[in-house]
């Protein structure tokens, strides 16, 4: 199970944090991947990382640097910190699980979705 929490209303250039808590699987098996869906338009990847060598990914063309992932083991916690936020990040943002040993970081291979959390930026 993935419980994704930290979405709200933020104007333009603020900071918002997400947070993905795991339970039910081997946190240290698994690789934790944020999507988002924009109103509108498809699901996209945005960032993800291993909790098995701490090896992490950023869509280039969406993060543009603004964003941070980072996972405590010991919280079963994946975060994704977001700054410098855009109207164009306003979306639904999901945490999803795959297994580490064969990372993709493509919705293709995940195994568990949590629910997503709303995240809203004002002009």
């Known amino acids: 199970q993935l419980q994704a929490s930290g979405g709200g209303l933020v104007q333009a250039g603020g900071s918002l944090r997400l947070s993905c808590v795991v339970s039910?699987?081997?946190?240290?098996?698994?690789?934790i991947s944020w999507f988002r869906r924009a109103p509108g338009k498809e699901r996209e990847g945005v960032s993800c990382?291993?909790?098995?060598?701490?090896?992490?990914?950023y869509r280039d063309s969406v993060v543009e640097g603004r964003f941070t992932i980072s996972s405590d083991n010991a919280k079963n916690t994946v975060t994704l910190q977001m700054k410098s936020l855009k109207p164009e990040d306003t979306a639904v943002y999901y945490c999803?699980?795959?297994?580490?040993?064969?990372?993709?970081?493509?919705?293709?291979?995940?195994?568990?979705w949590g629910k997503g959390t709303l995240v809203t930026v004002s002009s």
């Open positions: 990382i291993s909790n098995s060598d701490g090896s992490t990914y």
């Open positions: 039910g699987f081997t946190f240290d098996d698994y690789a």
């Open positions: 999803a699980a795959e297994r580490a040993s064969s990372m993709l970081c493509s919705d293709a291979g995940m195994e568990y």
